[in-house]
């Protein structure tokens, strides 16, 4: 059973944006703060928002001012909004809870910046 599906990922260049989507199984949904995460190459996956289910969200000092997390409690779904793109965001971007449930990763979208 796939829990989790991202996409929106994609080429861009420095300081162009993307929304990137969530698609989420109900019962993971409705429970538990949902975050965004991010894997580079040669890099551990680490948090960089996060939601609770109230709506109060939080960000990692790297993108801080510049992504925007959100949530449509109706459609089981989250977003993430990436403005102002570095270099250094690209990376592969996966959402899930916060705490993290293991066996519930997507594939994830990637991000790609570059000129």
């Known amino acids: 059973q796939v829990q989790l599906v991202e996409s929106g990922g994609g080429l861009v260049q420095p300081g162009g944006s993307l929304r990137l989507s969530c698609a989420a199984s109900?019962?993971?949904?409705?429970?538990?703060?949902m975050g965004w995460y991010r894997q580079a190459p040669g890099k551990q996956r680490s948090l960089v928002a996060t939601i609770t289910r109230g709506g109060t969200t939080n960000y990692s000092d790297s993108v801080k001012g510049r992504f925007t997390i959100s949530r449509d409690n109706a459609k089981n779904t989250v977003f993430l909004q990436t403005n102002n793109l570095k270099v250094e965001d690209t990376a592969v971007y996966y959402c899930?809870?916060?705490?993290?449930?293991?066996?519930?990763w997507g594939q994830g979208t990637q991000v790609t910046v570059s000129s």
């Open positions: 109900a019962s993971i949904f409705r429970l538990n703060t």
């Open positions: 899930n809870t916060d705490p993290f449930i293991d066996l519930a």
